[in-house]
């Protein structure tokens, strides 16, 4: 069961982007406290600001004002040294864009976040063949990042963001690219790292289908968050809510 102890609260966050001389405003007020071990899904509309916030949470870009607490830190106001611990001993990413390094194989790809752990070698070598076999790129671990498919890279960045067991897994839309079959072990992997581990996720994503794992979704609309749904009922029932939810709230794309 989930203690209530907090692992991530946002507080009145705010970014803008300046172009060209002018200032758009993406988040206007972000407020969101997330429980260790939760699963949270953030939906809206594809410009609403859902990689911004997940950039912000992680540090890899300012905001304006406002605070990101991730347990004890806040990551707005802590240094670049202190930023980077945090990310590789708390935090798994699954970018947008993958973010895979290009002059290492796939399994090199895997076994790079575990080494920060210190870890002896034959149990990361384990850790990084379990995640070939779970995530079926065992075949393709001895290729590089540019001669793989969408998908592929996609299962690779999932598999690499569970390899140092972070607490808090920070994933935009890991199931875009991926075929029904590779979305379910992709969600199934979140659902094991959160049992297992005690692990929270925050997932970026449009599909209500991997939105209905959630134990709560919440929309963001014109940078702010308009609206949350908790998650009371079986996955199949709560994504007709969520359907239902998205129409209201008129956040679908
Ligand atoms: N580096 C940047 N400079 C200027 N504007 C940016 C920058 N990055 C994003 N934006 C703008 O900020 C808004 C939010 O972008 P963001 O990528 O956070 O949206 P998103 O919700 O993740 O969309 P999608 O669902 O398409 O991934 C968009 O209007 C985008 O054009
Ligand atoms: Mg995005």
Redesign the pocket.
Known sequence: MNTSKKILTVTDLKKS???KGNT?P?LQGINMEVNQGEFIAVM????????????IISGF?SADSGSVMIGAENMLHTDKNKQAEIRSSILGFIF?DFMLINGLTVRENIYLPQIIGKKDNAEMDQKTQNLLDTFGIAEIAEKYPNELSGGQKQRVAVARALSNTPLLILA??PTGNLDSKSSAAVIESFLLAKEKMNATILM?T?DAIAASYADRVVA?SDGKIVKELLRTVEPRQFMNEILDFLKVVEVS?
């Open positions: 982007y300046i172009t758009y993406v809206g509309p594809s410009g609403s600001g859902k990689t911004t916030l997940l950039n870009l947008q935009d839309e970026v449009h963001l794309r």
